[in-house]
């Protein structure tokens, strides 16, 4: 199905952190429509998913303090909600916000009397993020005249039950996504980051993973490019937080790119690479802080430049190197497996 000129969207945390920066992103989705029919994908807003994980790990110590990062997201949630939601809207919306926070609690004040928070109830809490910042991006477009509907994407991604790293069974998943994909409910707002296994069990597919929803999406509909907007220039020569001056690389080849994430660039999470390589679809990195920049195209293998062989450096903080020796080693079977 290479059907009408599907793009892909993806915005990171950092590009819907706040209400000004959700209303841009409402901007940048319109505009698209104008050139294609854009299938957004959504990671939770700002800092949500690091705050679940604390309220996790509070709880699963047994610790009441899990309590006030909850309450930090609701604040934030319930802020831009009321916010950006039409007046028609906004107490259908704010029902569904608090009925997705008293689960939230439920949820962590459960994990916190057992003492215990186990991956499949993190991953439960997890999706809280997505799941509301997709209702919200797609109540902004609706507000600003744009029809819109935010999709769970629990209902179109299966996986298996490996909760917080969770593999997606590519087949179904497909047919899913294809009966379901783009509607007819005007732009769809898919939730980056979560799926679900045969029997309904909520899972993550790992840190970063709205990129990966994005490009299996791409591969799957047959999109025409891959978007994926953040808060950089886009793929840079160096991590900025590191050396600040590193400049925006305008062409890079998918398995330069997957090097460079591997190693440590946060731009992009690696697994998303394979997906939009193996189906030849260009990936382009931009910035929502700056949507008139080119950013960085990935295609696919590029001519080394002599003048400039090295596209560009990454770096992997925190790691220690152990080296193991001796010759009684030597001739040991299972010695790497042991090891490791
Ligand atoms: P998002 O919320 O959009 O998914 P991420 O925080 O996951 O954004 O990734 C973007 C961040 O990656 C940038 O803010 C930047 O600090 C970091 N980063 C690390 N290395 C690079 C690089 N080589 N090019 C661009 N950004 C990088
Ligand atoms: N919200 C998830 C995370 O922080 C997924 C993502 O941002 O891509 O890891
Ligand atoms: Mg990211």
């Known amino acids: 199905m290479k059907s009408r000129n599907i793009r892909i969207l993806k915005f990171g945390g950092s590009s819907i952190g706040n209400l000004a920066r959700i209303r841009c992103v409402a901007k940048i989705v319109t505009q698209a429509q104008s050139e294609a029919a854009p299938v957004v994908v959504v990671s939770a807003v700002g800092v949500t998913t690091n705050a679940i994980l604390e309220a996790a790990d509070l709880a699963s110590r047994g610790d009441k303090g899990y309590v006030e990062p909850l309450s930090r997201i609701d604040e934030k949630h319930r802020g831009i909600l009321e916010e950006l939601a039409s007046d028609e809207e906004l107490a259908q919306l704010s029902r569904r916000l608090e009925d997705a926070i008293e689960e939230l609690r439920e949820l962590a004040r459960g994990a916190q009397l057992l003492g215990e928070c186990t991956p499949r109830i993190r991953d439960r809490m997890l999706a809280f993020g997505e799941l509301q910042s997709a209702m919200l991006l797609a109540a902004c477009l609706r507000s600003e005249g744009v029809a819109a509907t935010d999709v ?20 179904v998943s497909r047919e899913l996504i294809r009966e379901r994909l783009p509607g007819s409910g005007g732009v769809p707002v898919v939730t980056g980051f979560i799926g679900s296994t045969a029997s309904g069990e909520t899972t993550t597919l790992g840190r970063g ?72 679809i260009p990936l382009r990195i931009r910035s929502t802080l700056d949507p008139s920049l080119p950013g960085t195209l990935v295609l696919g293998t590029l001519p080394p430049d002599p003048y400039r062989p090295v596209r560009g450096i990454s770096a992997i903080r925190d790691a220690a190197l152990i080296r193991v020796e001796g010759v009684e080693a030597i001739g040991v079977t299972e010695t790497c497996q042991r090891i490791f």
């Open 209 to 280: 993973a709205s990129d990966y929803t994005a490009t299996l999406l791409g591969a799957m509909l047959g999109a025409e490019a891959v978007e994926i907007w953040t808060d950089v220039d886009g793929v840079l020569t160096a991590d900025p937080r590191m050396v600040p001056d590193a400049i925006p690389i305008r062409e890079i080849g998918y398995e330069e790119l997957l090097e460079l994430a591997q190693f440590g660039a946060k731009v992009m999470c690696p697994p998303a690479v394979e997906p939009a390589r193996k189906a030849g």
């Open 152 to 171: 769970d994407a629990r209902e179109i991604l299966r996986t298996d039950d490996r909760f917080g790293t969770a593999k997606v069974d590519q087949r």
